[in-house]
Nanobody, 122 residues
């Protein structure tokens, strides 16, 4: 299974970005997908997750600003990020897991992308 993210970039505070994560070379059916982020000097943290059936879960920092969706035909997961803040600056990584319906724990996820940089300036 290969996971590839795209859509990162630099925006000003209050701006928006949409990240995309494409899964290839393997199944997408039945996989839960998650977004995590890691800022310099900080531990990786959970952002959002979506189950195969579309159930979602968000970190408190993401609620009301971020939306995770999936297109099972395109084997793609999206993270729409609105009202971005400087503290959202991090490398955002997408991950796939075929074992649990949904998880917030990064150790649960089996397959990871390389990550995409998001930088929010004040």
């Amino acid at each position: 299974v290969e996971v590839v993210e795209s859509g990162g970039g630099m925006v000003q505070s209050g701006g928006s970005l949409r990240l995309a994560c494409v899964v290839s070379r393997g199944p997408f059916n039945g996989y839960s997908m998650g977004w995590f982020r890691q800022a310099p000097g900080k531990e990786r943290e959970f952002v959002a997750a979506i189950s195969w059936t579309g159930g979602t879960y968000y970190a408190d920092s993401a609620k009301g600003r971020f939306t995770i969706t999936r297109d099972n035909v395109k084997k793609t997961v999206y993270l729409q990020m609105n009202n971005l803040k400087p503290e959202d600056t991090a490398v955002y990584s997408c991950a796939a897991d075929g074992r649990l319906p949904i998880s917030t724990m990064y150790l649960q996820y089996q397959y990871w992308g390389q990550g995409t940089q998001v930088t929010v300036s004040s």
